[in-house]
């Protein structure tokens, strides 16, 4: 009898030891059910930039406000990077040396287009997942190449000397078809 009381309370034991460490789900542990597909799988396109972020709150405001931000913030990222190896263009046809002047006013306009022209930046996609008294919140950012580089284009027509040298690009006329795609675009939605 005393082994079977032993082995019963053992039992009763281990029961209670696995329903206590089962506990609810917290959001870092949420089914891959139920994160959008476009979150996992970020689109591609040549006018646009997407980005996917996420973001938890209490409040649902505050939750899609953060992923807002968190995905603009990958949108500028990704700007720099795009604009960056267009630099780098500019540089092996233009040179260096004698134009290093050139280059750090270029460099100038680069650093301003991403720290201020997100404004064209959008939510495409949002989803807001319940989780107890938090809200997680995805929203899929996009931002059209087009306006980045319209944006650029001005800054760097601001500029006289820098213009003048960068006109003959093949990097200028590059982006002056991918501004005129997007002016078509505009025009068509």
């Known amino acids: 009898m005393k082994k079977n009381m032993i082995l019963i309370l053992t039992a009763l034991t281990f029961s209670i030891l696995l329903i206590s460490c089962g506990g609810s789900k917290s959001l870092s542990e949420t ?6 597909e476009w979150y996992l799988n970020t689109p591609a396109s040549e006018n646009y930039i997407y980005e996917a972020a996420s973001a938890t709150s209490r409040d649902m405001d505050l939750a899609l406000n953060k992923a807002e931000t968190e995905g603009r ?3 500028g990222r990704t700007m720099e990077a795009k604009i960056n190896s267009m630099q780098k263009k500019f540089e092996e046809e233009v040179g260096e040396g004698e ?4 280059l750090s006013q270029f460099t100038q306009a680069t650093k301003v287009i991403v720290s201020k022209e997100l404004t064209g930046s959008r939510v495409k996609e949002k989803k807001f997942i319940k989780d107890g008294s938090n809200w997680r919140t995805y929203v899929l950012m996009e931002y059209p190449i087009g306006a980045a580089q319209k944006a ?3 800054k760097i027509k601001d500029n006289n000397q820098l213009y003048t040298r960068f ?3 093949d990097a200028m006329k590059e982006m002056e078809a991918d501004v005129e795609k997007y002016e078509e675009w505009k025009k068509n939605n």
């Open 31 to 36: 089914e891959t059910g139920d994160i959008p």
């Open 73 to 75: 913030a990958k949108i």
């Open 99 to 102: 134009n290093s002047e050139l």
């Open 152 to 154: 650029f284009l001005n």
């Open 167 to 169: 006109r003959s690009t």
